[in-house]
């Protein structure tokens, strides 16, 4: 894709999943990248791999609900870098004991909003200088189908994720004018560790019957969108929430499953 050669990137989540998935694909795309990640041993392995294939890249273990390691993950990136152009705000999930409104207690609530809001806000402000001093940026952040239709029993998720996307529109009100592009993914069902610990095999073979695709999605799928977005391909696309969901979210619960002709 154009534009991103010897572009310097940062992915939370890296790791793991679709963080992982796009790191690598980043590199591929000769971008440098800087992997953060809670499992600090795990995206080290996946950073030492894209340098075995020739890409660059470097991991740090890092928390995105704490603004020191926030602020470590950026600096890691321009010192081994010398600059930032790209950020992934990839880092984020449901917490395991996430339920329905009511049932959520206030520490629930509280740590959910940590996680995936208001991480999502601290690695953007510290990004931002940086994305700034290269005359612009772009930014991917990862939301969720939940962040637009309600997942009975992911209360404080969807909730989250939708302020995700409103933070998403709030960053291009504010930064468009300096060039710095920022868009929204919503995954729908990708396969990931994350995913399969949550979910049994049951449930997610039944979400994967109602897909139009009749697949689940991988990390790979979102990877590309999110390099796509971050590419000078997607140049005037800007303050978008894509769905990434194998046409999930647009056929209804009450429509036939994939194969049937009732
Ligand atoms: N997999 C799906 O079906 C799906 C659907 C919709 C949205 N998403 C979103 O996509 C993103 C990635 O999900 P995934 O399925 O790849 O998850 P995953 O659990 O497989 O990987 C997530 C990675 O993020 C890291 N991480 C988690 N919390 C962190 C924190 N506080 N600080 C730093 N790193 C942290 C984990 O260690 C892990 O390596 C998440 O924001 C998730 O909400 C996933």
């Known amino acids: 894709m154009r534009g991103l050669g010897g572009k310097v990137a940062v992915v939370t989540g890296g790791a793991r999943g679709i963080g992982a998935a796009t790191a690598v694909r980043l590199a ?58 790209l950020l992934v705000n990839n880092a984020g999930g449901s917490l395991g004991h996430d339920r329905n409104v009511a049932e959520n207690d206030d520490r629930l609530w509280s740590a959910t909003w940590d996680l995936n809001l208001m991480g999502t806000v601290r690695v953007t402000r510290a990004a931002l200088p940086h994305l700034r001093a290269r005359g612009g940026g772009a930014i991917v952040n990862i939301a969720s189908g939940s962040g637009t239709l309600a997942t009975p029993g992911l209360a404080a998720y969807g909730t989250s994720k939708a302020a ?65 977005l971050l590419s000078a391909d997607a140049a005037y696309v800007n303050g978008q929430v894509i769905h990434c969901d194998g046409g999930a979210r647009d056929v209804g619960p009450s429509g036939p499953a994939r194969g049937t002709t009732a």
Request: aromatic residues 2%; negative net charge; contains cysteine.
């Open 164 to 228: 995700v996307i409103q933070l998403t529109r709030n960053v291009v009100a504010a930064y468009s004018h300096e060039g710095i592009r920022c868009n929204a993914i919503c995954p729908g069902m990708i396969i990931t560790p994350g995913a399969s610990s949550a979910m049994p095999a049951d449930v997610i073979a039944r979400i994967a019957d109602r897909i139009p695709m009749g697949r689940t999605g991988t990390p790979e799928d979102i990877a590309g969108l999110v390099t796509y």
């Open 28 to 85: 591929e795309e000769n971008v440098a990248v800087a992997i953060g990640d809670l499992h600090g041993e795990e995206a080290e392995a996946l950073a030492g791999k894209i340098r075995a294939d020739g890409g660059k890249a470097v991991a740090l273990r890092m928390n995105i609900r704490d603004d020191e390691s926030v602020d470590a993950l950026v600096a890691a990136a321009v010192d081994a870098f010398g600059g930032l152009d």
